[in-house]
């Protein structure tokens, strides 16, 4: 009973894949979860932010109305109605159904902290789980929390308690200007928080291209977001009155709660990985073949964990491949082509890689820069302030990356990816039909003088 084909640790996204994957194979699977089956993203991740994002949005849309519709517009933010949608969104926390497709599945579900403890075993419970074939890891990654004096002594929160808000505060200080930082401080600012949005670094989402951040601190503050940018934070204090936190070279800032989201880690606390024979990463991720997947013999890793990427879809992808390889294909992970999308208004969406990427792999980098807002599509949106930067190489004559900051970016990045993935050439990709008015005619155009510089 205690002996399976495969055994999983961790039943997130990348776990229920495999477990989905798997169903009629003939292998027999055992998944291990301490917590809500489904992982971050259903519960306090994804999900949930991009609901409370929505319901900011509306209210954005709704003053919009003031210039382009309407003479008077008022209303009356409900932040219990806000609450009440975000957590239905996050399935009230309940995991019966999800639990209830891996059990149909053909899953054997196992409650508690499971530990692995070498190569093929996981206990869990006073139970020891044995794989005859494969485990895999799927833990996860949980927020970093930076080492400033009196930080832990404090109540702050991580995203956790960020998207399941009981009440509004009156003011919001998040310290890290990444996707999350800066999605939840828009959130927050729409729905008549104050928020002070505080980044050690010189920019925001600084995994994007500078352009990226330049043209969306504009839009955070238009919405409230005052930012903070080179502020590196030195202290921490807290009392009845909230936070107050001690900025180097500048004056402190005070608020009454405080969000950490200065980026995630490994969760790898259960994972014994000398006894198994695992390494990590010099950044502390699980160390994988990130074509097989593969961190040791009989070994697979998946999704957040490998430090690859922390995106749901690529957790997903990771099950799908490392399945295909558990059923004796030979089936290979491409990372070339994996899109990146912070839900802000505007979006920022990206795929391959950046110009500074291009030029430390020793590529002959040519690029586009063009601004959505100077379209058609713009104008009658009325959204100023973009940018999309495409990025080839001139020797290829292919596009290597794409960057585009703008409503609905996310959306537009598919035919992108496709080409980056596919190294389509540009002769081709400069030849395709775009709608017109949508907001992806602009790439026809983009294309176009890329193809043209890259000869």
């Known amino acids: 009973m205690d002996e399976f084909d495969v055994l999983c640790l961790g039943a997130g996204v990348c776990g229920e894949a495999i477990g989905g994957e798997l169903k009629g194979s003939g292998l027999t699977i055992a998944i291990v979860e301490n917590g809500l089956v489904g992982g971050e993203c259903p519960y306090w991740g994804c999900v949930p932010s991009k609901t409370l994002l929505r319901s900011g949005e509306t209210l954005a849309e709704s003053g919009r109305a003031r210039q382009l519709a309407a003479s008077k517009v008022e209303w009356t933010v409900d932040m219990p109605k806000i609450s009440k949608r975000v957590l239905w969104m996050a399935r009230d926390l309940d995991d019966t159904n999800p639990a209830k497709a891996l059990e149909e599945a053909g899953v054997v579900l196992v409650r508690g902290q499971g530990q692995l403890t070498g190569p093929r075993t996981i206990d869990v419970g006073g139970r020891r789980l044995t794989a005859r074939k494969a485990v895999v890891v799927a833990t996860g990654s949980e927020p970093v929390v930076p080492p400033i004096p009196g930080l832990q002594e404090t109540p702050f929160w991580t995203n956790r308690d960020a998207v399941l808000p009981k009440a509004l505060p ?129 070994i697979f890793a998946g999704g957040d964990v490998t430090g690859i990427g922390g995106f749901t879809h690529l957790a997903f992808y990771h099950g799908q491949v490392i399945t295909m390889r558990l059923l004796g294909g030979d089936a290979r992970a491409d990372h070339t082509a994996v899109p990146r999308v912070t839900f802000t208004d505007p979006e920022v969406a990206s795929v391959g890689i950046s110009e500074k990427g291009a030029f430390e792999r020793s590529i002959d980098a040519v690029t586009v820069v063009s601004d959505p807002g100077e379209t058609a599509r713009g104008y009658i949106h009325d959204f100023k302030g973009g940018v999309i930067k495409l990025v080839a190489d001139r020797q290829a004559r292919v596009l290597v990356g794409a960057t585009i900051v703008q409503p609905r970016a996310g959306e537009m990045l598919g035919e992108l990816s496709l080409a980056v993935k596919q190294r389509i050439p540009l002769r081709e990709l400069s030849d395709l039909i775009h709608p017109f008015p949508a907001f992806s005619r602009v790439l026809g155009a983009a294309l176009r003088e890329l193809h043209v510089k890259a000869r």
């Not at 000398?274 to 073949?289: D, H, P, Q």
């Open 170 to 298: 009156k003011s919001l200080a998040i310290l890290g200007g990444g996707a999350i930082g800066v999605e939840l401080a828009q959130a927050y600012g729409r729905i008549g928080c104050r928020v002070e949005l505080i980044e050690a670094g010189a920019r925001l989402v600084a995994a994007e291209e500078p352009e990226a951040s330049d043209v969306l601190q504009p839009h955070l503050e238009a919405d409230g977001v005052h930012v903070h940018l080179g502020m590196r934070c030195t202290g921490v204090e807290h009392s009845e009155a909230g936070f107050k936190l001690q900025l180097e070279g500048a004056q402190p800032v005070t608020a009454e709660k405080l969000l950490v989201a200065t980026g995630r880690k490994a969760r790898l606390a259960t994972v014994d990985l000398a006894a198994a024979g695992l390494a990590t990463t010099e950044r502390g991720w699980l160390k994988v073949n990130p074509s097989t997947l593969e961190a040791a013999g009989g």
